[in-house]
């Protein structure tokens, strides 16, 4: 009878852990957040996402700017390729260039005045943030990273719909196209269309709110800056099912009822300002004139602008030659000061010859 039970239990463990065959052994899962702690780097650090309602202390902020993105934020069909790449927890899109030298696509903050070049974006069904009274389906994260770590997250909030415009569904046929990757894989192809990182912004509105936060899943990094859009985008249904079936296939015991969404996380009291978008629509106001690129190059560190492809010896060519010149510099000091010690030696030697040593 003992056998039977440690039998059947033993079973009960393996046909568990047989489910998620095509992941690896969890690490941390949607549905146990309260073991995240382990994996977290500080608990007690102000964390994302939050829920924004009517008690959370937005205040209008009067010197907010809207979102700016820099000119090639634009993404051509015949120089840019689509990676996409798995996680487990997530469909992660990256979109590299050709150009291995010269800015890479970049968020300009007009309210820190920095610049955060484009790394990739990545999708969580849930959706993540929450805004009282606007539903959604999913977010997508938009993360920009400045070289020295700093990072800026906009997040868009997306609801399933067959209103969805021309220039959003060509933008997830071009990213997010089926067969997305399975269990840790990836895929890469051609950019089959070209289009813009702002299509994928609320069109009618870019009314935001910013908070300083987090990452939303482990190590939960914090002093992220985020940019949550306060209006949905509409994306094609057909867009979102494909998103949920490579996610349930990444996560099969605990996506369908914890989706790959964070619960919010408490306010603590942190600052969380609202930008309230005066104008109407427009399309490409999120892409700053050629004219004000060329301006914001002159008046901010080159570092943040170079692209982050470049090789370790493209990127501090500059420093090393500098590092060289110093060395070669100090080399020919050196020289220089031992120069008249030779002389002296010699001299002393021609001495020795001319008049003898003297032995004590
Ligand atoms: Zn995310």
Redesign the pocket.
């Known amino acids: 009878m003992h056998r039977f039970w440690l039998g059947a239990a033993l079973l009960f463990v393996l046909s568990f852990g047989l489910e998620d065959t095509t992941a690896p052994p969890p690490i941390w899962t949607y549905d146990k957040p309260q073991e995240w702690g382990d994996y977290c780097q500080d608990k007690a650090a102000f964390q994302s996402p939050i829920f924004i309602n009517s008690s959370t202390p937005v205040a209008a902020h009067p010197h907010l700017h809207p979102v700016l993105l820099t000119t090639n934020c634009r993404f051509h069909t015949d120089t840019t390729t689509v990676l996409q790449e798995s996680n487990y927890r997530?469909v992660e899109v990256r979109l590299p260039t050709n150009a291995s030298t010269g800015p890479v696509c970049s968020l300009f903050d007009q309210n820190s005045r920095e610049l955060y070049p484009f790394v990739r974006f990545?999708?969580?069904v849930g959706p993540?943030h929450g805004v009282e009274g606007v539903s959604a389906d999913a977010?997508l994260?938009a993360?920009f990273q400045q070289s020295s770590g700093k990072t800026l997250?906009v997040?868009v909030r997306l609801r399933s719909s067959k209103s969805s415009s021309n220039t959003i569904v060509n933008f997830f046929r071009a990213t997010l196209a089926a067969p997305l990757p399975q269990g840790g894989g990836s895929s890469t192809k051609l950019l089959p269309s070209s289009i813009g990182l702002d299509d994928v912004f609320p069109l009618s509105d870019g009314s935001y709110v910013t908070y300083e936060g987090s990452?939303?899943?482990p190590p939960c990094t914090d002093k992220v800056r985020w940019i949550v859009f306060t209006a949905v985008q509409s994306i094609p249904p057909s867009a979102l099912s494909e998103l949920r079936d490579a996610l349930k296939s990444y996560m099969p015991r605990t996506f369908a009822k914890f989706g790959n969404a964070r619960a919010h996380q408490p306010p603590l009291g942190r600052p969380v300002f609202k930008f309230a978008d005066p104008t109407s629509t427009t399309t490409n106001r999120w892409i700053m004139t050629q004219e004000d690129e060329d301006h914001l190059k002159s008046s901010i560190p080159f570092t943040d602008i170079v692209s982050l492809d470049r090789s370790f010896f493209a990127r501090h060519a500059f420093g090393l030659c500098i590092v060289i010149l110093v060395l070669a510099t100090i080399g020919l000091f050196i020289r220089l000061r031992e120069q008249p010690v030779e002389v002296g030696v010699s001299d002393a030697a021609r001495e020795a010859a001319t008049y003898g040593t003297m032995e004590t």
Do not use: R
């Open positions: 997530t990545h999708f969580h993540e977010e994260h993360v997250v997040a990452l939303t899943t």
